[in-house]
């Protein structure tokens, strides 16, 4: 079955059909990671976008259950130079992940690169016409002003595992299963609380993680002020999301990046030790670059704010993901220390 892909902007790029059937519509966006395609695509961070995948063979090594980051496919679709299966594309099916290959995602790319992250719609068969696609992704909200926390976030506290010699509250605003893997493996005995807990429940914990999520992070006050009333009360990381929020209640500025820092690749600066970390990132917002004493990493790429420290607070946090799941193992290292910290 033919497919396509179409942009806000009225560009279309064909393919065809791999999972299924039908469209979907969602922020078009592209990553760098050489691997970890069933963990991208159930990866909260992703609701309400199409992934295109740089990697130009994707699904070569197969699926496992143990690999996803969530209970379900969260993407809204999937983009693919060579799709390749059968466990793959069977996955992308029995999930219900609308999905192309065929796709010139070296072009695709190049173009998001240039006119930046956009709307778009992704049609297989003839659910509908181009015109029709091009329409219906104008049509889209974009992405800046959108609070998506409450659709990812658990709706009842649960504890993930009860051993552990610290005890940690996560914030949950879309956590990846691998944070709580990364914890648990720490030492950390781990409670997941939803994205609307108030400070006074989770102070009471010898530390809060603050998780990573999709969305933009300004609409997101209410849960900025509880972080600004729990800072200082116990010890908080915040890991992307959760660092923008950090950052927002301590009167940083964030915004929306053209075309975002997704992949396994990005380089980022420690400025205590001069040491360059290469991580894993997915978020389409960031913390706008300062010169404030409290920054502790940048980007390599845009000067962009990946780490804050506030010993004085018992804060700190960062834009990229120290669970690397997947990615590199530069960054672990900010979890096990933390935790171990606490205990």
Same mark, same amino acid.
């Given at each position: ?63 496992? +259950? @143990?690999?996803?980051? !969530? ?5 809204? &679709?999937? *983009?693919?130079?060579? %799709? ?121 914990? +010898? @530390?809060?993680?603050? !998780? ?5 992070? &300004?609409? *997101?006050?209410?849960? %900025? ?119």
């Amino acid at each position: 079955m033919t497919g396509f892909v179409a942009l806000a902007d009225g560009t279309v790029w064909r393919g065809e059909s791999v999972g299924a059937t039908g469209f979907a519509c969602g922020e078009a966006v592209f990553t760098t990671g050489m691997s970890g395609y069933q963990e991208a695509v159930t990866d909260p961070s992703f609701v309400e976008q199409i992934i295109c995948f740089t990697a130009p063979m994707v699904g070569n090594y197969g699926v496992a +259950d @143990g690999r996803s980051e !969530s209970r379900k496919a969260q993407a809204r &679709a999937v *983009l693919m130079r060579e %799709a390749r299966g059968p466990a793959w594309t069977d996955w992308l099916h029995e999930h219900g992940v609308v999905a192309l290959t065929g796709i010139d995602t070296r072009s695709l790319v190049l173009h998001i690169r240039e006119a930046g992250a956009m709307q778009a719609c992704v049609v297989t068969g003839d659910a509908t016409s181009i015109d029709e696609a091009v329409a219906t992704a104008a049509a889209q909200p974009s992405m800046a002003g959108r609070a998506l926390v409450a659709e990812v976030s658990t709706a009842e506290p649960y504890e993930f595992t009860t051993d552990g010699r610290a005890r940690v509250a996560v914030v949950d605003y879309g956590v990846k299963r691998s944070v709580l893997r990364r914890l648990a493996n720490a030492g950390a005995r781990v409670t997941v609380f939803p994205h609307d807990v108030d400070a006074d429940t989770v102070a009471a914990y +010898d @530390g809060v993680l603050l !998780s990573p999520g999709p969305g933009d992070p &300004a609409p *997101l006050t209410a849960q %900025a002020g509880m972080v600004g009333g729990l800072v200082g009360r116990t010890d908080v990381l915040g890991i992307c999301l959760g660092h923008q929020l950090l950052a927002m209640a301590t009167g940083h500025e964030t915004f929306k990046l053209p075309f975002g820092h997704r992949g396994t690749n990005h380089p980022v600066l420690e400025r205590a030790t001069g040491r360059v970390l290469v991580t894993s990132q997915n978020h389409g917002f960031a913390v706008r670059a300062s010169d404030a004493k409290e920054i502790s990493h940048h980007s390599l790429y845009d000067e962009t704010v990946e780490g804050l420290s506030y010993p004085e607070l018992r804060a700190r946090s960062a834009q990229f993901h120290p669970e690397a799941g997947p990615g590199p193992h530069d960054a672990w290292i900010v979890l096990d220390e933390w935790v171990a910290q606490l205990a």
